[in-house]
């Protein structure tokens, strides 16, 4: 199974969410084409019901030890109630662009 479908079905198992998006940001690095090292993830979830957005992550983090452990070079993620992905319209935050290696190097 490749890395961003295992991240996919851990986070829908372990959080049922109301939305999830787990985008692939790897070609946006210093890294060989078809990487799977960069994600971003989107999580939306009753789960997350007060709880503040470092416990949110320690249970993403917690979600995909194994994958941090391993493949996963860099995770960012917006984790959401249901309540606040309402009140954003289902409006994400873009992603900067990468700073490092030879991506910096070039420009």
């Known amino acids: 199974m490749q890395v961003q479908q295992t991240i996919e079905s851990k986070l829908a198992e372990g959080l049922a969410p109301a939305h999830l998006e787990v985008i692939n940001e790897s070609h946006m690095h210093s890294v060989p084409p078809g990487s799977e090292s960069h994600f971003k993830v ?39 109630t249901v309540e606040e992905w309402h009140a954003r319209g289902g409006r994400t935050l873009a992603s900067p662009q990468c700073m490092g290696g030879a991506k910096a190097e070039a420009g």
């Open 42 to 80: 989107i999580v939306v979830s009753p789960r997350f019901d007060g709880l503040n957005r470092i416990k949110r992550h320690q249970t993403v983090n917690g979600i995909l030890a194994d994958e941090l452990a391993g493949p996963i070079h860099a995770l960012s993620m917006e984790t959401y």
